[in-house]
């Protein structure tokens, strides 16, 4: 079988003059060359295509594959992620991945949150800032509240400064995050207890838990939260713990499954958790195209810490897509709760 394989380079952004931070979501060389080396070891052939552009050109030329292993996250909007996925529709191909209403969906952190929360999955009181008019902010419980760029992954626009104790900070913050970022700001209750992410496989009811990992930030760490300096300096600044508490993996699991299944992730993705005071475990967000560098992101060293191997981890993903194109629900509607 012939697969292509969509992704977007970080240093073929970076070598257009974009910064560290606007390239954090795209992909090493290196990443590309392990998923490739998957696939082609799962017994399938690797046609190299790139990003968004490269695709047009290449569609227009009458190229097709049997199926495309979509990491493409895009550039420009708050749907960029959903963009490759809505052209492959157009032309009848397979991918891999959540299609693009889960993919927007999921990018704009308040609408994800709306979502899970109407499913009766707990996440933490939020509202979102698009001005910084704060005159007439919405009922919340008090300080710390925790702030961040609506629409971004990676940790983008984290740091230590986003967890704020007054109104000034909040103020202050929100124009950090609204001039910087060119998007609105979601504020949230900030949880002080234990961060988790859960690895998940499969799609709709056939979708399971491969594992609960703690995220563990170490001296010379950013406090208080999984910044984006954080997750870029991983190997220096977190341990990451495979989580073999019965009753806290069971919570996690429960939680993210659901959330999972709300937004209608499919093939694979990643819950993030966080507890509260007492521990209780919250929603935090949710990522339907989560990194795939074999030591250096989530999903990937969570499946490893757990038995599953990377070329397991590629195959599975594949297996999942490849389910649902013979059911016949690649490229066309698809109720991901019940499939």
Not at 70 to 91: C, D, K, M, V
Not at 294 to 307: E, M, T
């Amino acid at each position: 079988m012939n697969i292509g394989l969509t992704f977007d380079l970080r240093v073929h952004y970076e070598n257009l003059g974009l910064s560290k931070e606007e390239t954090a979501e795209f992909d090493s060389v290196e990443t590309i060359d392990c998923l490739e080396l998957a696939i082609k070891n799962a017994g399938h052939e690797v046609s190299r295509i790139g990003n968004i552009k490269d695709l047009v050109g290449q569609l227009a030329a009458g190229m097709t594959w049997d199926l495309v292993f979509n990491i493409s996250e895009g550039l420009y909007g708050r749907s960029r992620e959903a963009q490759t996925p809505a052209l492959l529709e157009a032309y009848g191909i397979g991918y891999t991945f959540s299609d693009p209403l889960t993919l927007a969906l999921a990018l704009d952190k308040a609408m994800a949150k709306a979502v899970v929360r109407a499913h009766g999955v707990p996440t933490p009181d939020y509202f979102v800032v698009d001005s910084l008019d704060l005159s007439s902010l919405p009922p919340f419980k008090g300080f710390p509240l925790f702030v961040k760029p609506l629409s971004e992954g990676t940790g983008k626009g984290v740091d230590t400064a986003s967890v704020v104790w007054s109104e000034r900070e909040l103020k202050d913050r929100c124009e950090f995050v609204i001039g910087g970022y060119g998007q609105p700001a979601i504020v949230e209750q900030y949880l002080p207890g234990r961060e988790f992410t859960v690895g998940i496989l499969g799609t709709g009811s056939n979708a399971r838990a491969v594992g609960t990992l703690e995220v563990k930030l170490l001296d010379g760490a950013d406090p208080l939260v999984y910044s984006y300096a954080n997750k870029e300096f991983c190997e220096e600044r977190v341990r990451y713990v495979l989580c073999r508490d019965v009753e806290i993996v069971k919570e996690a699991s429960a939680i993210a499954l659901a959330a999972y299944r709300a937004v209608g992730c499919r093939d694979a993705g990643r819950v993030d958790l966080k507890g509260d005071a007492t521990g209780r475990l919250s929603f935090i967000e949710i990522n339907p195209l989560a990194g795939l560098h074999p030591s250096h992101s989530d999903l990937p060293i969570l499946c490893a810490l757990n038995g599953i191997g990377y070329d397991e981890l590629i195959a599975t993903i594949i297996q999942s897509a490849l389910e649902r194109r013979a059911a016949g629900r690649i490229g066309r509607y698809e109720n991901s709760h019940h499939s």
